[in-house]
């Protein structure tokens, strides 16, 4: 990284702590401040003098309550730190608190079952002499052993944990991550290693979603032909599910289970089809989208059915909560059933939204006889809803918010669809109570957190950690930490080394790009792919689907899938382009890394025309290489002429920009997202006459203007 | 590849392909030969005209017998070939035969439990209108589908088969991967890609080494101590042994287990010491080598225990054998125990061989009580063993011709052991019966086949892919294709073709080598670092422990474990120096090649200095800076004198080669493998005035002469 711009990092991250330290201590130590990358950022950081050296003979002591959770949880964060340091480290607990590096202390085990009432607040001083963790339950000492394995360091002298005193507890209670087993099976790995990388990053509550018109992922004892026939064979054995909630609960993680219905319940009318409003058969549902399966809402079999299923759900989760779903049913199936109608003519049901009311208040007697609280997507808020029902928002904060006043718990999830491809800062700024809410400081109470969703159309065993990761630890953070750590930039840097992290756990969002590009290219030799891909990412929202229509037994091995969202070259490309720029009329900053980039993807444009001959599985590449040789040509040429001095004519300037705009449609799916820097290029050399006429911030805040897409 | 590469591998292939095919066709379709990748190459294949198109609408039809494990099959096929070609292929079968691309005819299941009876021949038979696979049993099936997946190509014009006719069978029967679980765990995710990887190659034996001196691996319910005290909790539960069983069965692959006794058996007397020839207590060994605690063979009780625990094994595992191990007890515990030297004085047993010969018979009773035959390794051979026990052959191929004369079945591993890091072209040649065997053919069919042996001191998770691939695959080739498939390069052609192809079955082979170096760089940029490590192999043999001592609790995650046996960088360096030099006096071919990489290579050992003072993990590589500084240095210097035509001096040449020498050491337990190389490079820069009075043939075999250390 260059110098300045460590120092405008500096520069933030101290701002960003300083508002929690105002420490003195802090103005002696900044290079050390500079250098931690916590993520989520504690409550309040306090930076001290000195630090803990992490050599071979690191050991961990327990002091007031321990239990199996907290010593299984302290085996894990040896086996860490020995291989992030490659030191052979004990993994026996010292018995003399003096003799031990670490000493944990905790006062009990914390709620028998996870619970969003959970105390996950610690304490964590580092000085010269030992490391000291407290916490009141084993799950706030499992918070602060992530914060403590965040903290390692190293230099010439070795490994060492900084001097530090960290107070921190959550900013809110319910951080979740909604992971879609329904569109596609996910194998117990892979809920494995992400409930991992939740406790890394100190989510605590996996959502489940375990049904939809795609699948049924559960094994029912009672009604098998839900998993026999909803599934295609993929789902999860109740043991598989005792052990999955069991591993969660290692993490001081909750398992909260979510059975969509009366909509987004194709797969279960398949075995079952006297529960549909429609005659059926039914079958698996293949395609994405909204579809007008839905449970008969009027027949007493159904309630019947649901008490039997439910019950039974009810007994394999033990969470208070069990989410029902409840979106997106648009009653098309209602409509056109004459009993249906006949029954809401005679109960004085007026809509299809009263009568999913009535439907859901039929759900909630059954979950209330099995002690289970209910959560379901907005659509579920009724004035005949009690209000100890949690509200789930997705389609925007003002159903949080409206809930909120209205005495719901909620959580929102608008704002974190991890699969619509956004960039971590988009949803780095979604917050669940943001500065100008109107919500009373009671009615705030009400807002529990929040839930990335990773919604499953297009993810697979192979793909599924690059959609989540890393952007999923920046909404952790938003959910834990001080609503005042807010610096994009600084989060982009700890993003980075939490990233990496996240690899020690198993997680593939990093290492299976270069798997994917290998097999598309059908060779090692991948270079300029990986080049052309650091500048695409998957087209947002569900324009995919559009452009690129696939079912759900698609191969998800396409570019699309290689490329990941929120393009860290990008990201650095246009920084580099506003130094460049800013450094008007000299054009020094940056120069030869610009020109050594742009000329790498010109260089990879030419190289990718016989590899996509070769490989048939790249062909729709073939549009993408044209726009990046016009966008490395624009920049290249645009680069020359600022630096040159010379000013472009208004042709040549027309002519790239014509081309930037046919470089900038989406292809296969894709998009580069280097477009803008281009553009600002291009217009920067043809307004190179105005710089005499005005100052350089002046011009380059014309040309920023300018280079915004009309 | 360089086109003389090409020609030269063309050549050896059509030699090789030759032998088995005798068809005219063949000079007709070379191009076509020349791009197969087939991996085992099959018993003949015959090149026909045409090629099959594989497009969106590939479908595949069975005829005669067809059951789950063969339709589960064709969905992973059609998987696969999904994955690669990104076409979204239909899953369902074609209900009119002649519409499918591919037609499969079995006539039976084949073997209940996997079997070494079973018959696995196939003929896979592809013209442009249709492929057909026959073959007598499923399992047959199971393998032409990994050569139809192997068969797969492209070029501009799309995906094809081309038209082949295969007649395949296995040349010998048992064809095994041993994977130790003993020493390290291994979680079942990594069983169950390494069985896909074994099919993909037609492995068929998982030699499951359950028991070790550090820890027993199975849940025994009659004898729990075994797995509570003996595996630190890291052990198969008996439905996850019967899960992994059926992943195998699924693909053809019998699951052989062993349980090592008397020796190698620490783990089972933590929990039952009275077993133990010394009085205990144990602990569960963490250390490397061979162990004293041996189980008493002269109590009545530990015949019990074993009965006990063998009959519960034996209704666990169904295959028809049962591997007691049976190596390396020195029988030091027996030297010292009054008692057995009383019993052996008694009983008329002369030696420890004998007593464990005793103890042997005593075993066998055991298994053949329950149904089971007896295979262990060649230490059990004796007179009194009956000769339906297997022989496995550890120390050299001499017991195993010995075994076969005395009419004992036998299988190989001396020369398979992938755990010592040698090159897979030295696995390739170790044949179990090579052509100058003084075996008759009768006594040759004693000869079963043979084994790779994965043994766990060293290998995690992470790594244990890369120690078992590709190389094993060269291996599987030696025990399956016809003994005059044997030309190395051509393996080599093929076995990278067949190493990307293992990633798509999860194989971490590849992609887990830069996350090593990111975490142990602590950063993105880890370049420099896979330069070094590409020029590296871990040292051979046992030398890793002497040179760098670690338990079984220590991090695998050092620069030795990132780097991988058998380095492709070398081996292209080592045949471009070749060329290079085979070009005298001109010394043009591979110039510019060669100038780059030493470049590289230079470069790489200026930008490791700061990296590895950043990171402590990489201290054990300073000295491997120097070493990588002095090869390039030396490389360069040498390259500049040949292309210039100037001789260098005597004294240039000795101080390179001193330097040489010590770069030659092993350092951090990693050593490089391009010094060889490196030194005909600069022995020939002072040798470059005998050019004249000699050929450039006999001037370049003088320089490999003396290149070759004394």
Redesign the interface.
């Known amino acids: 990284m260059p110098a300045n711009m460590r120092t405008a990092i500096y520069l933030c991250l101290a701002f960003v702590l300083g508002s929690v330290i105002g420490n003195p201590v802090v103005a002696n130590q900044r290079s050390t401040v500079n250098e931690l990358a916590l993520m989520p950022v504690p409550a309040s950081v306090k930076i001290q003098p000195g630090r803990l050296p992490v050599s071979a003979t690191f050991t961990v002591a327990t002091k007031g309550y321990a239990d199996d959770r907290l010593r299984a949880a302290i085996t894990r964060m040896i ?1 860490r730190l ?7 480290l004990s ?1 026996d607990l010292a018995a003399d608190e003096n003799a031990a590096a670490l000493v944990i202390q905790c006062e009990r085990a914390g709620e028998l079952v996870p619970s969003f009432k959970e105390d996950e607040s610690y304490r964590l001083n580092v000085t010269d002499k030992q490391a000291r963790l407290t916490a009141p339950t084993v799950v706030g000492a499992l918070r602060g052993l992530e914060t403590l394995l965040q903290l390692l360091q ?6 060492f944990l900084p001097g530090v005193e960290i107070t921190d507890q959550p900013r809110f209670q319910w951080r979740g991550l909604l992971i879609d087993v329904g569109r596609h099976y996910q ?1 117990l ?1 892979v809920l494995r290693r992400n409930l991992d990388a939740m406790a890394a990053v100190k989510l605590n509550v996996l959502h489940w979603h375990l049904s939809e018109d795609q699948g049924f992922r559960v094994e029912s004892k009672k009604y098998p032909k839900l998993q026999q026939m909803g599934s295609d064979g993929l789902y999860y054995t109740q ?1 598989q599910v005792k052990d999955i909630i069991g591993y969660a609960r290692e993490r001081g993680i909750r398992v909260v289970p979510e059975f969509d219905i009366p909509g987004h319940a194709t797969s279960w009318l398949v075995g079952y089809p006297e529960l549909g409003s429609a005659p059926g058969p039914y079958k698996i549902e293949r395609g994405a989208g909204i579809f007008e399966p839905a449970l008969d809402p009027t027949r007493e079999q159904t309630y019947k059915f649901l008490d039997g299923i439910l019950g039974e759900m009810a007994g394999l989760f033990p969470d208070e909560y069990m989410h029902i779903g409840g979106d997106e049913n648009e009653g098309k199936q209602w409509d056109r059933n004459q009993q249906i109608q006949a029954f809401m003519k005679e109960k004085g049901i007026k809509d299809n939204h009263a009568l999913q009311a009535y439907f859901n208040q039929r759900v909630l007697k059954i979950l209330q006889k099995y002690n289970k609280k209910m959560i379901g997507w907005e659509e579920i808020m009724h004035p005949d809803l009690p209000t100890n029902a949690v509200i789930h928002s997705w389609r925007g904060p003002a159903s949080l918010a409206e809930a909120a006043k209205r005495g719901y718990n909620g959580i929102l999830s608008a704002g974190y669809y991890i699969d619509l491809s956004f960039p971590a800062s988009q949803h780095y700024v979604a917050d669940p109570l943001p500065e100008n809410s109107t919500l009373s400081a009671e009615e705030a109470k009400h807002v529990l957190g929040g839930e990335a969703t990773m919604w499953g159309e297009w993810v697979s065993p192979e793909t599924i950690d690059s959609r989540i990761w890393p952007r999923t630890a920046a909404i952790a953070e938003r959910l834990w930490s001080p609503r005042s750590v807010n610096n994009v930039d600084d989060m982009y840097r700890r993003l ?1 080394v939490i990233s ?1 992290q996240l ?2 756990l198993g997680l ?1 969002h ?3 790009k ?2 994917l590009l ?3 290219a ?3 030799n991948t270079g300029p792919l990986r080049t052309l891909t650091s500048l695409l990412e998957p087209v947002k929202e569900y324009r995919r689907y559009e452009m690129r229509p ?2 759900m ?3 998800l ?2 570019l699309v899938d290689a490329a990941r969202p929120d393009s860290d070259t990008a990201r650095h490309f246009t920084s580099n382009v506003d130094e460049f720029l800013s450094d008007a009329p000299r054009f020094a900053l940056y120069r030869s890394t610009l020109e050594r980039t742009l000329t790498e993807w010109q260089n990879a444009s030419r190289a990718l025309g016989p590899m996509v ?5 790249l062909q ?1 590449a073939r549009p993408l290489l044209n726009s990046l040789s016009a966008i490395a040509e624009a920049g290249l040429e645009a680069t020359s002429y600022l630096t040159a001095g010379n000013a472009a004519t208004t042709e040549w300037r027309d002519a790239q920009l014509a081309r930037l705009d046919e470089a900038a449609k989406p292809k296969a799916a894709l998009e580069f997202v280097v477009i803008t820097s281009v553009r600002k290029l291009v217009i920067a050399a043809a307004e190179l006459p105005q710089l005499k006429s005005t100052t350089p911030v002046e011009w380059n805040k014309r040309v920023t203007i300018m280079a915004a897409k009309p």
């Open positions: 086996a020995a291989g992030r340091t490659v030191l052979s993994y190293s230099d010439r002298d070795g490994f194998p790995e043991d980075a990496r690899e020690e593939t990093e290492k299976n270069g798997m290998r097999r598309l059908n060779s090692d696939q079912t037994l698609s191969p091995t396409g001959d070769r490989s048939p599985a729709e």
